[in-house]
Structures are given as structure tokens and as C-alpha cells.
């Protein structure tokens, strides 16, 4: 891959990774201990006050964001793999086979670890 491809990836990811983080901070509140993990957040919990219904109502709201927030995180680190292959020099590579991962896969997925080939289904 050419330096000005690289690049153009490389600007893709960065976009894909502040809109990430911007969807992130939407479901979840940086965790003060590690702030590169979030932990799941809803809105107003208020456990004392709450009656059953609305205690039933904030731990399903919880439940999915956790579920948002994982698939979030998820793809947050796939960005920051290719973001660290983009500086090693081994960016748009196959994990499995070592091969050129299609133009087009990079296209729809930039952070895409595999060719598509080896894409785990
Ligand atoms: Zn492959």
C-alpha cells in the first residue's frame, strides 16, 4: 500500500474513531481508574427511590446499553489495531494468510483485520 493510500485509511479511521468515541460517551461514562474502559451508564439511576417497575425498567435500560457498549468498545479496538498497523507498517495485510486485504473490504470496513477469505463467521 502506497504512502498516500495509507494515509486516506488512515483518515478514515481517525474519523470512524472520534465518532466512536462521541457514540461511547452517549451509553457509557469513562471509568476513573482505566479511561481508555467504559463502564455502562444509565440515565437518572436512582435505585433508592425507585419502585419496582422503574428498578426493572433502569436495569434493562443498563442491560442494553452494556450490550451497545461492547459491540462500541469492540469496534473501538479493531480502529486502534489498525491505527497501530497503519504505524508499524503492516496495515491492510491478512492476520491469517499475510496476503493484501482487498481494496474494497478496506473501503467498507478499514479497520478489517482479514482478507476476505479468512473474515470469521
Ligand atoms: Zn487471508
Sequence with gaps: MNKK???????????EKSLLEAEIKTV??????????????SNDMDIDNA??????DK????????GILDSLER????????????????YGICEISGELIE??????????RTCIKHVKI
Design 75 to 90: 469496534q473501538l479496538r479493531d480502529i486502534n489495531a489498525a491505527l497501530d498497523k497503519i504505524k508499524n507498517g503492516t
Design 5 to 15: 493510500d495509507t494515509e486516506y485509511f488512515k483518515n478514515k479511521l481517525e474519523n
Design 103 to 112: 481494496r474494497d473490504r478496506l473501503e467498507a470496513n478499514p479497520a478489517a
Design 51 to 56: 419502585d419496582e417497575n422503574e428498578l426493572a
Design 59 to 66: 436495569l434493562e435500560e443498563l442491560g442494553d446499553n452494556k
Design 28 to 41: 457509557g461514562s469513562p471509568d476513573p481508574n482505566n479511561p481508555r474502559d467504559f463502564s455502562a451508564t
